[in-house]
């Protein structure tokens, strides 16, 4: 019996002579155990912080908007849709996002458009310079201050306020203006959409274009000759349909006061302006993309005279592959006018004109541009424009090189040189001058503080 006494002393004295040399690595795994026991418990006394804040919170005012409908269920097989299925209104492509408490329910942004310009002494004394009144000046063309979100989910609306610096009645003064305010219902039946209030009016190519959204620092001459420099602006409505077709397109009518004096004047609803465009878009794949749009007006001039404007324009686009900004964008567009002009005259010699007869007088414009922009930050381009006076005789062209400068997203430079010859001299100054011939540089900064939204194609 002694045999197994010595196994089991030899057996206690292995253990213990074990258990000495591994104390230190217990005891490591035991602070180390304690140390995440300890992070775990201000974890949890950190979010019952939390929580308590969030129940002594009031809880949030039930919202009085109707849920929206719920999409029409596509029809089985691909069929076409019923009448009722497109007069059913439908969700927008996109809801506006739920906001927290003490958030704005709509965004703010300003822009800031300031340009200059050196022309020639003649061409200054006779205000016949691309900002009349305002040659050898820098001055603010154009602050906006922006207002737009979503309404519900069912609208849309926009306010823009306007500051700049005029040339009317001879003098020069900063003005604040009421731009734009306007909403727009995005859900109506057969997928279309109406906007209602001062709006800009889409006619061609740049005419609806805020002027800092504009391709070179400028407008094209046509546009000044028939829109005037304030662009084509007017309050009414306009509605917007995209026709369930295999290819995209957009039609575009437009019930409005016709305000523009240039174009029109009227201003009364009971001989309103009428607008009209169709856009389309086609995607070439590699070789870029195609815009390509007709538009149409007719209203009546503030003598109650027919004006009629029809045009045309088309904007291609390259965007290589892999590349985050357009390399080449070449555009143009024509614009035709048809209006009844009164002919003035003094028979009797008495030095009073009166209206001897009334005519159709015709004109014709148009333009076209090219850029490239082969690094992000730098852009060059080249614009020629041609027209003729719409209710005078006479025509005029103009050449305008560019180099265009964004050190960011948010901030532009532009320099450019403008050459421009008419067949007849404009003198807007009873201190005479000649602009037949001008050569002017122009230059434009222009800034974004705040939410923006993108332009289109």
Excluded: C
Aim: glycine share 10%; no cysteine; hydrophobic share 40%.
């Amino acid at each position: 019996m002694r045999a197994p006494n010595w196994y089991l002393l030899i057996s206690l004295l292995s253990g213990l002579v074990w258990a000495s040399s591994s104390q230190p690595a217990l005891s490591g795994e035991l602070e180390a155990l304690k140390h995440e026991l300890e992070q775990m418990k201000q974890s949890m006394e950190a979010l019952q912080e939390r929580i308590k804040r969030l129940e002594a919170m009031p809880a949030p005012a039930a919202q009085s908007v109707a849920q929206p409908p719920a999409a029409s269920p596509p029809t089985p097989g691909g069929a076409q849709p019923s009448i009722a299925e497109l007069a059913r209104p439908r969700e927008p492509f996109s809801l506006y996002e739920r906001r927290g408490p003490g958030q704005l329910l709509f965004d703010i942004g300003i822009v800031g458009d300031l340009v200059g310009n050196v022309v020639q002494r003649s061409v200054e004394a006779a205000q016949g310079g691309t900002f009349a009144g305002r040659e050898n000046r820098f001055f603010p063309r154009e602050v906006e201050v922006n207002l737009f979100g979503r309404i519900d989910p069912y609208a849309e609306g926009r306010v823009r306020f306007e500051f700049a610096e005029e040339f009317e009645d001879g003098q020069r003064a900063t003005e604040t203006k009421l731009a734009e305010a306007h909403l727009t219902l995005l859900t109506l039946p057969f997928g279309t959409k109406l906007s209602m209030g001062q709006l800009p009016v889409r006619f061609g190519l740049l005419s609806h274009l805020h002027r800092e959204a504009l391709p070179q620092p400028d407008p094209p001459q046509v546009l000044l000759r028939f829109f005037g420099e304030e662009q084509f602006r007017e309050s009414g409505l306009e509605l917007a349909w995209l026709p369930p077709l295999p290819f995209y397109l957009e039609a575009l009518l437009g019930v409005f006061n016709g305000d523009n004096e240039v174009a029109f004047g009227r201003g009364s609803l009971k001989d309103p302006l009428l607008t009209g465009r169709l856009r389309t878009f086609f995607d070439l794949g590699e070789s870029g993309a195609i815009q390509v749009g007709l538009s149409g007006a007719t209203g009546e001039t503030g003598e109650g005279r027919r004006s009629i404007l029809a045009g045309f324009d088309a904007k291609y686009k390259l965007t290589p592959v892999g590349w985050r900004h357009t390399l080449f964008t070449l555009a143009g567009e024509a614009i035709y006018s048809n209006r009844r002009v009164d002919v003035l005259g003094d028979p009797d010699g008495d030095g009073v004109e009166t209206i001897l007869d009334t005519q159709t007088w015709e004109g014709f414009g148009w333009y076209a541009y090219g850029e490239i922009q082969p690094w992000k930050r730098w852009a060059a381009g080249v614009r020629y424009d041609w027209t003729q006076f719409p209710a005078d005789p006479g025509s005029e062209w103009a050449l305008e090189p560019y180099l265009a400068f964004m050190p960011s997203d948010f901030l532009r430079f532009r320099l450019g040189y403008k050459h421009a010859e008419r067949s007849r001299n404009l003198t807007r100054s009873q201190s005479g001058g000649s602009a037949g011939i001008s050569d002017e540089i122009l230059f434009q900064a222009t800034f974004f503080l705040g939410a923006h939204q993108p332009h289109p194609f």
